[in-house]
Every structure is written in C-alpha cells, then in structure tokens.
C-alpha cells in the first residue's frame, strides 16, 4: 500500500471528527444566539401570536434543541442539508449557486497571493541584505499592516469611483447576454479589485516567509558545498535555496484557506460579490440558521480537502514527511 494511499486515509478519518465536531459546535453556538427565523421575519413584516406558532410550528423551531440536532445530523448523513427558511429554496440549491463565484474569488486570489509572493520572496532572498531585499522587506511589511476593508475600500475609491477603470460591484455585467471567452473577461474584469482586495494581504505574507526561508537555507552546508564546486548563483538560488525554501510555504497554503473564506465575508460584501461570504451575511440578518449552518459546513468541507491536498502534496516534496506519516 503506498505512502500516498495511507496518508490519505489517516487524513480521511481524522477530518470526519473535525467535520463532526464543526457541526455541533456551530449548533450550540447558535443554539445560544438571541433571536430566530421567526424573530427576524416579524420584525420585517409583524403577526399576532398565532402566526408566531404556527411558523415556529412549520420550521421545526417549537421542538428541543436536542431533537433539532438530532434530526440534522441524521438528514446530513443523507447529504440533505435542510432547507431555507429566508430562500423557501433547498440549501443545497442555494449554496451551490453562490459556491463557484467564492471558488473562483479564492482561487484567483490564492494563486495572486503565492505565485506572485514567492516570485517577489525569491527576487529578494536571492541576495540578502542588499537594496532590493530591504526594499521589498519593508514593502511587504507595510502592505500585510493594512486592513483589508480598508484597502478595498481605497481600490473602490481610486480605480473605480475616480478612474472608473474597473467596475464597483457585482461578479458580472447583468443581462449582458455574453458567453464564452467574453463572458470570461467580463467576469475577470469585474474580479481585478475584489481579487487585489483578498490576496495583496497574504502576497506580503508568503513574500516574507520565502525571503526568511532562504535566508535560513543560505546558512546551510549543502549550499557552501555547492558553492564549492562552482555552481552559478543562479541555480543554487533557484534549485536548491528556492526549492527547500518553498516547503514551508506550501504548509501555510492550507492554513490561510479558512482565513482567506473569512475575509471573502468581508470583500463580497464591500464589492456586492454574490458568493458564500455574501450568502452568510445574508444569513445572519435573516436569522437563517440551517443556511448558516450550511455555509459553515460546505466551508469547513472546503477547508478540510484544501488542507488534503496540501499534505499530500507535501508529501511528494519531501518524502520523509510522507514516510513518517505513513509508518505512524
């Protein structure tokens, strides 16, 4: 049996918990949370208090929230996440609408965030202390102080509000009638600032790190080794300081995967993006539970295969990561 295949069970095993332990935890969260779908609906719209029985009634909301539990944990093992009181649609339904525009949002600006992060990393590690890296040091420091709202709010001011370069919200251009590769620009158009918003933070983040890294790697007796035999600099920075630099950052992938769904809750909701973050905001205000609770889950599901492929690819770059998971 390979290493990947039990790597990859351990993994399976262990994430059923955490899933499981997501789910309870966030019931009793807002279990313990003033208020209800039915709260919500009649501060918009007022009843009597037979309408208020009969919705409770409707919605399951009159049983204990023990049963509730009960009953959604055993729905979820039929993946039937429940249905939504705001929508009056399926969860699933809903979710599965606005899932692909958050997977594209996180998507873009993961690969913004480490593809351009690492480039700059190893521009500036490349020759430790001289101008460029202190340069880029500082840069990236400044940048990762930033608030995120902040800096999107700034880009909404100056590129779309003064230049009107860019547009001020939405995913794509409304009844535009565009397919293909034309509706595949406007989209991307439309994602220049969310994408900025969401991924500049975490470019400073994973430009420090491979710059911190190299600078440990440059240490090492296997580069002096290479120096000696009279490698150029060239290929020791990017076959051998680079390369053991990255490990780390791969690790770090996995993990700012829920800090970067968090912030989506944030950029969706300044730049009217209609994905999961903008679902869950709806939400809370509609007092929805099951579809919060549905959200969480399909972002804890998100999180837990984000962080698998991490490993496992992990794994494959240092295989003695691999071979210990493996033999534990």
Do not use: C
């Not at 500049?200 to 430009?207: G, R």
């Amino acid at each position: 049996m390979s290493r990947a295949f039990l790597l990859l069970r351990r993994r399976l095993v262990g994430s059923v918990f955490v899933l499981l332990i997501v789910v309870v935890g966030t019931f009793l969260l807002l279990e313990a949370a003033p208020g209800d779908a039915v709260d919500a609906y009649l501060v918009s719209t007022g009843g009597d208090a037979g309408l208020v029985e009969a919705m409770r009634q409707s919605w399951g909301l009159d049983q204990s929230a023990a049963t509730r539990l009960a009953n959604y944990l055993w729905a979820l093992l039929h993946l039937d996440l429940g249905h939504s009181v705001a929508f009056s649609r399926p969860i699933r339904d809903v979710i599965l609408e606005r899932l692909p525009v958050t997977l594209i949002l996180m998507g873009a600006s993961t690969a913004l965030s480490f593809g351009l992060g690492s480039a700059l990393g190893i521009y500036a590690g490349a020759r430790p202390g001289s101008l460029r890296d202190r340069f880029l040091s500082t840069a990236s420091l400044a940048l990762y102080a930033v608030p995120g709202f902040w800096l999107a709010l700034v880009l909404v001011i100056v590129f779309a509000v003064d230049l009107r370069w860019f547009p001020i919200s939405g995913f794509e251009t409304i009844a535009s009638g565009k397919t293909g590769l034309a509706r595949a620009a406007d989209i991307a158009h439309h994602l220049v600032l969310p994408v900025t918003s969401l991924g500049v933070i975490y470019l400073a983040l994973y430009l420090r790190m491979m710059r911190a890294g190299m600078a440990e790697v440059w240490r090492l007796d296997f580069i002096r080794a290479a120096r000696a035999k009279g490698l150029s600099r060239r290929r020791i920075v990017l076959a051998h300081v680079a390369r053991n630099a990255l490990l780390p950052l791969v690790t770090m992938l996995g993990l700012q995967s829920a800090q970067m769904l968090g912030g989506s809750v944030v950029i969706e909701s300044i730049f009217s993006v209609p994905g999961l973050g903008r679902l869950a905001q709806e939400a809370v205000a509609l007092r929805d539970t099951p579809l919060l609770l549905g959200i969480i889950l399909v972002s804890a599901v998100l999180v837990v295969l984000i962080n698998l492929l991490v490993d496992i690819a992990y794994a494959f770059l240092d295989p003695r990561v691999g071979a210990s998971e493996a033999s534990a």
